[in-house]
C-alpha cells in the first residue's frame, strides 16, 4: 500500500505543483479583489484589534486632549537634611522679637573646626552711628568695675558704632573674628590719636588721667558680623 502510494506521488508530482501555485494565486487574486487599497474602514476594524503601532505618528499625536486642571497640593513631605553649616547662612532668624540674619563666624585657626552661629541683628546701642552722637558706656562695667565692656554688631553692611567713655582709661581693646575684619578710630578729647587700629589689637592710651575717649568702630565694605570693645580703666573706672 505505501509503495503504491510513493509511485503515485513520484509520477504526479508536477501535477501536484501546478495545482498548489494555481490556488496560491486565486487565493492571492481573490484577497486583492475583496481589499482593496484605502478599502478597511470603521466598520471593518474590531474594537480594541488596533495598536498603537499601527497607528501614523500624526494620528497618534491628534489622540492627545487638553491639560486636565490641576489637582489638590499632597501632604508636605518629611524635614529636608542641612548638607553643610553654610546652608544655614544667609537664612532669617529672630532673636527677642527683633529680625535678623544667620551668621556664621568661623576662627581662623589650623586645624580649627568651630564655628558659632548667630542671628546677626541690629545691636541694642542703636542708633550710634555717627562722631557727633555717640553712645556712652559707663554703665557697662565687668564685675570689678575696672573695664567697659561693649558686645555690638556691625549689621547691615555699611554700619559704623560710635561708642563714648569719660574715664581715666588706660587701653581700649577690639576683639573679634580676624577673617572678618573690623577696624576702630580713637579719639581722645575730639582729636584722633589713632585709625585703623584692626581686630585682636589694643591701644595704649599712656595716660592714667581723665578723658573723654570716643571709639568708632568700622568694617569692610560688605562686612557684617559681630565684635568686642572695651575701655580697660587705670584702676577702678571712675564712672558707673
Known amino acids: 500500500m505505501l509503495g503504491r502510494a510513493l509511485r ?45 503601532v499601527d497607528l501614523s505618528r500624526k494620528t497618534v499625536a491628534a489622540l492627545h486632549g487638553a491639560p486636565g486642571q490641576t489637582g489638590p497640593q499632597g501632604p508636605p513631605g518629611p524635614a529636608g537634611t542641612v548638607a553643610s553649616l553654610d546652608d544655614l547662612s544667609g537664612k532669617p532668624c529672630t532673636v527677642k522679637g527683633q529680625s535678623g540674619i544667620v551668621h556664621l563666624l568661623k576662627p581662623v585657626s589650623k ?61 581700649i581693646f577690639l576683639g573679634g573674628v580676624r577673617s572678618e575684619p573690623v577696624a576702630m578710630n580713637i579719639y581722645k578729647d575730639g582729636t584722633l590719636v589713632a585709625s585703623n587700629v584692626p581686630t585682636g589689637s589694643s591701644y595704649v592710651t599712656g595716660d592714667a588721667t581723665s578723658h573723654t575717649w570716643i571709639v568708632q568702630v568700622s568694617a569692610a565694605p560688605g562686612v557684617m558680623t559681630v565684635y568686642g570693645l572695651s575701655f580697660n580703666c587705670s584702676s577702678t573706672c571712675l564712672s558707673s
Open 8 to 52: 503515485h506521488l513520484r509520477q504526479n508530482t508536477v501535477a501536484y505543483l501546478a495545482l498548489f501555485f494555481a490556488l496560491s494565486s486565486s487565493s492571492y487574486a481573490a484577497v486583492t479583489r475583496l481589499l482593496p487599497a484605502n478599502s478597511v474602514g470603521t466598520r471593518q476594524v474590531i474594537n480594541g484589534s488596533l495598536k498603537k
Open 111 to 171: 586645624g580649627g573646626f568651630s564655628v558659632s552661629i548667630v542671628c546677626l541683628r541690629a545691636d541694642e546701642w542703636e542708633p550710634n552711628d555717627s562722631l557727633t552722637s555717640p553712645v556712652s558706656v559707663s554703665s557697662e562695667s565687668n564685675s570689678d568695675n575696672t573695664s567697659k565692656n561693649v558686645n555690638p554688631s556691625i549689621y547691615p553692611a555699611g554700619d559704623n558704632d560710635f561708642f563714648k567713655l569719660t574715664d581715666a582709661v588706660s587701653q
